[in-house]
Nanobody, 125 residues
Framework: QVQLVESGGGLVQAGGSLRLSCVAS????????MGWFRQAPGKEREFVAT????????NYADSVKGRVTISRDNRVNTVYLQMNSLKPEDTAVYYC??????????????????WGQGTQVTVSS
């Protein structure tokens, strides 16, 4: 089992920045591909970004490309999502997800086995 705990969400004005963190425990973090997803009220969960086990490969949704950076530090079992130039449409609950895999570019929710509880991001206009 893997436990994932997100933090860093909050209320920010449009154009602002937030950095989300997700700390993993329970298994060898460096063997997991990690992803960030988000879900707005009334909408399906959507892909935001993913990073491979070693951090060498990243992939982003078109809606956030150029504004968001995913990174990881395997020494502290943490994956980050740096979000800049935030827009009201970025408002959602953001979830961290993990998949024990050396595959890259995992962008579908069903590809992941473990999920955090989510952290709310609200962007005001």
């Amino acid at each position: 089992q893997v436990q994932l705990v997100e933090s860093g969400g909050g209320l920010v004005q449009a154009g602002g920045s937030l950095r989300l963190s997700c700390v993993a425990s329970g298994r060898t973090f460096s063997s997991f591909a990690m992803g960030w997803f988000r879900q707005a009220p009334g909408k399906e969960r959507e892909f935001v970004a993913t990073i491979s086990w070693g951090g060498g490969t990243t992939n982003y949704a078109d809606s956030v490309k150029g504004r968001v950076t995913i990174s990881r530090d395997n020494r502290v079992n943490t994956v980050y999502l740096q979000m800049n130039s935030l827009k009201p449409e970025d408002t959602a609950v953001y979830y961290c997800a993990a998949k024990e895999s050396y595959r890259t570019s995992l962008s579908r929710p069903e590809q992941y086995d473990y999920w955090g509880q989510g952290t709310q991001v609200t962007v005001s206009s």
